[in-house]
């Protein structure tokens, strides 16, 4: 049987938002275990730990995430970056989007009293995913240096990353362990941190930091670090 192609014509905002989706899609994890529920875990956590304003605040890798305009409401004139071009379903006078790469944005050093860093940096110079096209070893280091260098001393950052022992997996993400995360963290002190790990049922639960660094991580697994810090 011969197949027979059809061209047919898509509508340019049908196109980005399939092409947008394709490129958010995850391989399906093997075994019983995988990483369902972890945004619902890292924007809780965040969401619970983001202070009162005023301020400004800035929203890096922000997606399509709400986590933004929490940061509005709480009063912070809030201005979120991505790579990708975003549309939220809602508009708030405190909220502003920029798109572009942090590395060449003109925004103004030690201005920002917050950072949401949510699930963000550890795509930093990965090609292939979220916009990113250049390849930078070091890019996830980079982008935390540039990051502190805009925000106040005494800024605040809450951060959520994969964590495991030390890992990449392009295009998907790198995973922090006992040899990078202290590399990531550089410049910053850390008042609170969380880690979690997935149980037996495929559930997120609360663990300790040796037992999450020292898990061998796949691409769709591994532990989520959750930390809140302060510019040194």
């Not at 925004?107 to 990113?132: K, Q, T």
């Amino acid at each position: 049987m011969r197949r027979v192609h059809v061209p047919i014509s898509i509508p340019d905002p049908v196109f980005s938002a399939l092409r947008a989706m394709r490129k958010r899609l995850r391989p399906v994890a093997s075994g019983t275990r995988d990483l369902r529920g972890d945004r619902d875990l890292e924007w809780s956590w965040v969401a619970a730990r983001i202070p009162s304003g005023p301020g400004a605040a800035l929203d890096f890798g922000c997606g399509g995430s709400f986590l933004g305009l929490i940061a509005a409401e709480r009063g912070f004139r809030v201005t979120a970056v991505d790579l990708e071009d975003i549309e939220w379903p809602y508009r708030h006078a405190r909220l502003a989007f920029l798109r572009g790469d942090i590395f060449e944005l003109g925004l103004e050093p030690e201005h920002f009293d917050l950072v949401i860093n949510c699930s963000a940096i550890e795509h930093v110079g990965l090609p292939g995913r979220y916009g990113v096209v250049e390849s930078r070893a070091e890019g996830d280091l980079a982008a935390m240096a540039r990051m502190r260098a805009l925000m106040k001393p005494g800024g605040r950052m809450l951060l959520t990353i994969p964590v495991g022992r030390d890992a990449v997996f392009p295009p998907w993400h790198r995973v922090y362990g006992g040899n990078r995360l202290p590399r990531l963290l550089e410049g910053f002190s850390v008042e609170r941190r969380e880690y979690w790990i997935k149980d037996a049922e495929n559930r997120w639960v609360s663990s300790d930091e040796s037992a999450v660094l020292n898990a061998t991580p796949r691409a769709m697994l591994y532990g989520l670090g959750c930390f809140a810090l302060r510019r040194a």
